[in-house]
T-cell receptor, first 115, second 114 residues
Framework: DQQVKQNSPSLSVQEGRISILNCDYTNSMFDYFLWYKKYPAEGPTFLISISSIKDKNEDGRFTVFLNKSAKHLSLHIVPSQPGDSAVYFCAASAGSGGSQGNLIFGKGTKLSVKP | DGGITQSPKYLFRKEGQNVTLSCEQNLNHDAMYWYRQDPGQGLRLIYYSQIVNDFQKGDIAEGYSVSREKKESFPLTVTSAQKNPTAFYLC?????????????FGPGTRLTVT
């Protein structure tokens, strides 16, 4: 049973427009969420994170929104650039649990930004 | 330059052979992790270690083994018991106990078993 779900396998956006990537989770014990970006044949790189005590975190063109009641988070990229084309993974951690620090990953969303 | 190194980038083995993937980090992180990625799948946790000489099974540990004799090193052995070993393997590390759960990833090893 997937605890972290990214229901859109792919997303195509025009350069300069907003990209919105969505993630849903089922485990109410998750208290820390992260987004990673991954290019083919490379390791994921950390983008941005958010603690469950916040509902928004912003870093440059990237903003993550957390809606705890809906168990939903989203990553907004504004403006989107061709170099943003990659697979984006949502990950969650139940940090205070026994497996502290372990991340549960979604299956990823492939973002294509067209010039 | 601090980071995580995985070698080799590509590895080919015959079915029935054990193979060991290396992972080294110089970030002074206590915790290290091994993941497997298959096409269209997320990252699935194989094994993790939060301290030297101790490690725990992840979600898909069957057919794999690890050791953690040094803080910097966390090698993964893919045994002949692993039914579908062909995959992209990722090693990661993190700090423990700070409330920051960010994991840093290596470049990965693509293992092909024929």
């Amino acid at each position: 049973d997937q605890q972290v779900k990214q229901n859109s396998p792919s997303l195509s956006v025009q350069e300069g427009r907003i990209s919105i990537l969505n993630c849903d989770y089922t485990n109410s014990m998750f208290d820390y969420f992260l987004w990673y970006k991954k290019y083919p044949a490379e390791g994921p790189t950390f983008l941005i994170s958010i603690s469950s005590i916040k509902d928004k975190n912003e870093d440059g063109r990237f903003t993550v929104f957390l809606n705890k009641s809906a168990k939903h988070l989203s990553l907004h990229i504004v403006p989107s650039q061709p170099g943003d084309s990659a697979v984006y993974f949502c990950a969650a951690s139940a940090g205070s649990g026994g497996s502290q620090g372990n991340l549960i990953f979604g299956k990823g969303t492939k973002l294509s930004v067209k010039p | 330059d601090g980071g995580i190194t995985q070698s080799p980038k590509y590895l080919f083995r015959k079915e029935g052979q054990n193979v060991t993937l290396s992972c080294e980090q110089n970030l002074n992180h206590d915790a290290m992790y091994w993941y497997r990625q298959d096409p269209g799948q997320g990252l699935r946790l194989i094994y993790y270690s939060q301290i030297v000489n101790d490690f725990q099974k992840g979600d898909i540990a069957e057919g794999y083994s690890v050791s953690r004799e040094k803080k910097e090193s966390f090698p993964l052995t893919v045994t002949s018991a692993q039914k579908n070993p062909t995959a992209f393997y990722l090693c990661a590390s993190s700090i423990v106990g700070t409330g920051n759960y960010e994991q840093y990833f290596g470049p990965g090893t693509r293992l092909t078993v024929t």
